[in-house]
């Protein structure tokens, strides 16, 4: 049967041309009708075969994907959606030009409520859900690169190093990393929602079709649940090696509590955080700043969850120890409160809580040397203190 297909386009050229003859033969409504119909049915299949073809070109997009990210408007976003869109401007036209367009005694096929409608409707429908199938596939496909070697781990914490952090790779395999794609495609989804599927909606307006308004909203959730499906893969990849690394980093060399003498600077587990924090919060800003606040947030509760923990399972605290973790743990709050939300602020208080209360000689101390800490840092807490990067 799908070799018949491509010639439903012939078929109805012809039996138009021998409607219009019988209609100059003057013939009774009623024979009239029944050929009316079968045109009718042959536009209706004509419709739904093209609508079928766009949907198999929209499904094999990702062998066209090159992570170029040219999309002003939208930074982090992909030409994959004007890919798109050139399908269906190409699909209209097509429609038009063939069975769309009525003639002689032919009905508007895509009139309100009608099977012409409901056709177009589903079809763009599923065209869109194939289209952001293609975005899934891309972010859930790791190169073999990336499968073989897997991440790069630091011999000392086990943490990603910078190589990974900056999407650096073996220049035989793929020049943009597993990471950068998936925010490219965590980009393309948030694009999708917020833009570009009203967009498509628009060139069916301007080709003075019905605008399928629920086949676009439905895609639009569609969308929408990917993106918070490529969010949540996003943020445990990053966060579970960066909070994985606070507690051996914090007891590195047997350290102690309770055995602390002398504070002068904050313990490497909180230089060692926000630096991955920073590691990461450049990573995306390099991609899509929009994309900062959605993924930063639940991995600054995560860490600070693990820190609240961690200071609850201390038994005894020297005084210089308690002054110790109260520093630690205020710069590393402070410096991310711009990304904390409410758990995340509600863990950094208990963590605190759980310590020592401060003596009256030691709170100046504490501030002292906070503030001492920040500024030797300034560069890498810049990046956490700007509210609305650009």
Same mark, same amino acid.
């Given at each position: 049967?799908?070799?018949?297909?491509?010639?439903?386009?012939?078929?109805?050229?012809?039996?138009?041309?021998?409607?219009?003859?019988?209609?100059?033969?003057?013939?009774?409504?009623?024979?009239?009708?029944?050929?009316?119909?079968?045109?009718?049915? #042959?536009?209706?299949?004509?419709?739904?075969?093209?609508?079928? +073809?766009?949907?198999?070109?929209?499904?094999?997009?990702?062998?066209?994907?090159?992570?170029?990210?040219?999309?002003?408007?939208?930074?982090?976003?992909?030409?994959?959606?004007?890919?798109?869109?050139?399908?269906?401007?190409?699909?209209?036209?097509?429609?038009?030009?063939?069975?769309?367009?009525?003639?002689?005694?032919?009905?508007?096929?895509?009139?309100?409520?009608?099977?012409?409608?409901?056709?177009?409707?589903?079809?763009?429908?599923? #065209?869109?859900?194939?289209?952001?199938?293609?975005?899934?596939?891309?972010?859930?496909?790791?190169?073999?690169?990336?499968?073989?070697?897997?991440?790069?781990?630091?011999?000392?914490?086990?943490?990603?190093?910078?190589?990974?952090?900056?999407?650096?790779?073996?220049? +035989?395999?793929?020049?943009?990393?597993?990471?950068?794609?998936?925010?490219?495609?965590?980009?393309?989804?948030?694009?999708?929602?917020?833009?570009?599927?009203?967009?498509?909606?628009?060139?069916?307006?301007?080709?003075?079709?019905?605008?399928?308004?629920?086949?676009?909203?439905?895609?639009?959730?569609?969308?929408?649940?990917?993106?918070?499906?490529?969010?949540?893969?996003?943020?445990?990849?990053?966060?579970?090696?960066?909070?994985?690394?606070?507690?051996?980093?914090?007891? #590195?060399?047997?350290?102690?509590?309770?055995?602390?003498?002398?504070?002068?600077?904050?313990?490497?587990?909180?230089?060692?955080?926000?630096?991955?924090?920073?590691?990461?919060?450049?990573?995306?800003?390099?991609?899509?700043?929009?994309?900062?606040?959605?993924?930063?947030?639940?991995?600054?509760?995560?860490?600070?969850?693990?820190?609240?923990?961690?200071?609850?399972?201390?038994?005894?605290?020297?005084?210089?120890?308690?002054?110790?973790?109260?520093?630690?743990?205020?710069?590393?709050?402070?410096?991310?409160?711009?990304?904390?939300?409410?758990?995340?602020?509600?863990?950094?208080?208990?963590?605190?809580?759980?310590?020592?209360?401060?003596?009256?000689?030691?709170?100046?101390?504490?501030?002292?040397?906070?503030?001492?800490? +920040?500024?030797?840092?300034?560069?890498?807490?810049?990046?956490?203190?700007?509210?609305?990067?650009?």
């Amino acid at each position: 049967m799908n070799q018949f297909l491509q010639w439903l386009p012939n078929c109805l050229r012809f039996v138009r041309i021998c409607y219009a003859s019988l209609i100059r033969l003057d013939l009774p409504s009623e024979v009239l009708d029944i050929v009316q119909k079968l045109i009718d049915e #042959i536009r209706l299949n004509c419709l739904a075969t093209i609508l079928k +073809k766009a949907i198999d070109r929209t499904g094999n997009l990702g062998k066209k994907e090159t992570w170029a990210m040219d999309v002003p408007e939208f930074p982090g976003a992909t030409l994959l959606p004007s890919l798109l869109e050139e399908i269906i401007r190409e699909t209209l036209e097509e429609c038009q030009s063939t069975c769309l367009t009525p003639e002689v005694r032919e009905n508007e096929l895509l009139e309100a409520h009608s099977e012409g409608q409901r056709e177009m409707s589903q079809r763009l429908r599923e #065209i869109l859900d194939a289209f952001c199938g293609v975005i899934e596939d891309l972010a859930l496909n790791r190169d073999d690169e990336e499968s073989r070697r897997g991440p790069i781990i630091s011999q000392v914490i086990g943490f990603p190093t910078s190589a990974a952090i900056n999407g650096a790779v073996d220049d +035989k395999f793929s020049v943009i990393s597993w990471e950068q794609k998936i925010l490219c495609c965590l980009a393309n989804c948030s694009y999708c929602s917020k833009i570009f599927f009203t967009h498509i909606g628009n060139i069916f307006g301007r080709f003075d079709y019905p605008i399928p308004k629920l086949a676009i909203e439905s895609s639009r959730t569609t969308a929408n649940t990917l993106f918070s499906t490529l969010l949540d893969m996003y943020v445990e990849h990053k966060s579970d090696p960066l909070v994985g690394t606070i507690e051996p980093s914090m007891y #590195i060399s047997r350290f102690q509590w309770d055995s602390v003498v002398r504070v002068e600077r904050v313990r490497p587990y909180a230089y060692e955080c926000i630096d991955n924090l920073a590691g990461v919060y450049s990573e995306i800003l390099s991609i899509s700043p929009s994309l900062l606040r959605p993924i930063l947030e639940p991995i600054v509760q995560t860490v600070a969850e693990e820190l609240a923990r961690l200071m609850t399972c201390v038994q005894k605290f020297s005084p210089a120890g308690a002054l110790q973790a109260h520093v630690d743990i205020s710069l590393i709050r402070d410096a991310l409160k711009l990304y904390s939300n409410a758990t995340a602020k509600s863990h950094f208080t208990e963590a605190l809580e759980v310590l020592p209360a401060l003596s009256d000689k030691d709170i100046p101390k504490a501030e002292e040397v906070l503030h001492k800490v +920040k500024q030797s840092m300034k560069l890498q807490l810049l990046c956490f203190s700007i509210a609305n990067p650009v």
